[in-house]
Each structure stands twice: as structure tokens, then as C-alpha cells.
């Protein structure tokens, strides 16, 4: 039995999660739960999963929880990012799964590492903001670091025992919902349209992401903290289908693929049973039903954030926190009608731009960057606000 805490169970990897862990009862164990504040959400999973504990981080919703959890239950509530870290390290648990949105899965993941804790991680900005102390801890703390995202998940599945002969990592992506479209009609697009992405039912943070390919540009980071590779050996290419989930070459030239109907369970489960492989399939895949297999560059004049990724990573430092730092507030603003589409990237390039290159060894350097980097996003979304 596998004692299991998730981080961000409210969202859409924590809630399928919860549906693989469900399917193997004889398995896994949910121990904790964490969420920002849909506490409704988190109710329903603490009356139906019965854990030991739970955390909620914003005050209003803590005290809602509170009020509404019957007196019978043995669930232990917990508050603030503090209660977040504690239910990441508590000794109930023994593989604490990762799946918050943006930097806030940042210190759970420090904590898990340094309780021993073994880690399936699916918050790729807890990678982009601080990857060089993570992948620092998981080594001193002996942590095999499981990725969920199913293009590392499928990068992790092809290397196998092979790593020491791992030349090349190609990711895909399916292009996101605006992959055909020009860069002068990009200029107008409507949040809506934005969001409907054509393969994946994803969040609308990680979706506008995917539609910038920032979200692809955060993936080649992570891959080169995950996989110790160069950014120059990671390539990005747009594969419409989204069967192919990445590939890895060889030494000797030989490429290996991972290939599924996009399913984020499948990631999901073998992260959670690594290194065993469980029985339960959540889709079949027809080939005969799929009538061609295509790969095409990304247009980077099109999705410069891609660009902009690569070049953060290559400055080093503290530089992709504040790449992921103005992004988040970029999106958002974006989300709310504030800014364009567009803007999304003029506002983080200028942040890049603008703030200065710390070292990312600790915590408080990469929250300090992120920090800094938000100020500035914010003050450029002001005044962008205005021309609307």
C-alpha cells in the first residue's frame, strides 16, 4: 500500500488522480489533500477519501472548510502555505504528488525532497523557478523525481535504463488553440477563443500557455533539469495528433517514441506505480483510425515565447523565475480582459529585459527574483490597461 498526499487536488491532475488511486484500492492510499480555496471541491474529496489530513492556504476558505467538515471526521485540518509544506512532509505519507498551479508548488516540493519523500511532480514552474535547487536536493536527498506532464513522463518512459546514452530530447506539442492562426489575427483573439484548446482539457492558466507555447518553453527548461541535458539537445516540434508524447535519440542515432490516445491518467499512473506498470488502461489506441502522423517547426514569429524560454534558461540564474513570475501575472491579466493576447509576451519580454540576474541557490533568491519580476509585470499591465 502506497500512503499518498496530493498538492492541488482540487484542480484537473489532482482530480484524476484521485480517479487512478480509486481504481486501485488495494494500491494506494490517499493520506492527504491539499487546495488553494475551492474548499467546496476539497470537501467532497475529504468525505470521500477519508484522509488523515488536509490544507487549505487562503483564510476565507480555511474557516468555510472548517465550518462545513462534520465533527466525525478524522481529517486533520491545516492552514496558509505552512500547512501545504507540513501535509508535503508528514510521516504518514510515502510519495507526495505535486500538481499546484504555478510557483506555489515550489516549497512542497522542497519539503517532500528533504522528508525523503519520494516526488511525481505535474507543477513544471516548481522546475522553471527553482530547478537547480531541486534537482540539488533530489540528488543529496536520493529522490528519483517522477514527472507527470506527459511529454516528460514520456521522456522519462523511453530513456529507461539507457540515460548514459542520451543524446537528443524532442518534444511535441499539439500548437495550442491558435496554431494556424496568423500573427495579425493573433492581435484580436478572445479569451474564449484562446481557450478552446483542441486536444487536452486543461486548466485556463496551462492552456493560454499552450497557446503562447510558453508552456512548451517551460518544458524544455524542465527537461534540462530533469534529464541533465543542454537546451540545445532539447527540440521542440508541433505534432497536431498528439499521440506521439516525445521522443528521445541515442548515441547511436536511434530514436525511441512513446506513443498514447492523450490520456494525462496513463502519466498519472505509472508516476504513482513507477517502477511497476499497473493493469488499467484508459484508452485504447487504433492506429488504423489514425490516418497520419505530422511534425512541422514552431513558428517563432508567431510564439515567440518559445524563444524567450531558451534564452531565459540560457542567462542563467534566477532569470526563468522571472520569466515564469511575468508570465503568470501576464496570463492572468489576460484572463481578466486587462491586456491582449500579444501582450502577454511583450510584457514578459520587457521583464526579462529589465530585471537583474540573481543566483537561484535558495529560496529566498528564486522568491526574491519572482517577487521583483511581479512588480514589474504589474506596472507594465497598468499601463497597457490604458491603450485598451
Sequence with gaps: MINISIIGSTGSIGTQALSVIESFPDKFRVVALSAYSNWEKLLEQILRFQPCAAAIIEE???????????????????????????????????????????????????SAIKAGKQLALATKEALVSGG????????RYGIVIRPVDSEHSAVFQCIGSDREFLN???????????????????????VSQVLRHPTWAMGKKITVDSATLMNKGFEVIEACHLFGLPADKVDVLIHPQSIIHSMVEFSDGAIIAQLSKPD????????????????????DTDFLSVSTLSFEKPDLARFPCLGLAYAAFAAGGASPAVLNASNEEAVKAFLEGRIRFCDIYAVTAEVISKIEVIKADSLENIYYADSQARLKALELIRRLEKTL
Design 168 to 190: 537528443k530530447i524532442i518534444l511535441t506539442c499539439s500548437g495550442g488553440s491558435l496554431r494556424d492562426f496568423s500573427l495579425e489575427r493573433m492581435k484580436s483573439v478572445s
Design 264 to 283: 494525462m491518467r496513463l502519466a498519472i499512473q505509472y508516476a504513482l506505480s513507477y517502477p511497476d506498470r499497473l493493469s488499467k488502461k484508459w484508452s
Design 132 to 139: 537547480s535547487l531541486v534537482m540539488s536536493l533530489a540528488k
Design 60 to 110: 476565507r476558505a480555511f474557516r468555510s472548510l472548517k465550518d462545513n467538515l462534520p465533527p466525525s471526521s478524522p481529517t486533520k485540518l491545516y492552514s496558509s502555505e505552512e500547512g501545504v509544506s507540513y501535509i508535503s512532509s508528514m510521516d504518514e505519507a510515502d510519495l507526495v504528488l505535486v500538481s499546484s498551479v504555478g510557483i506555489s508548488g515550489l516549497k512542497p516540493v522542497v
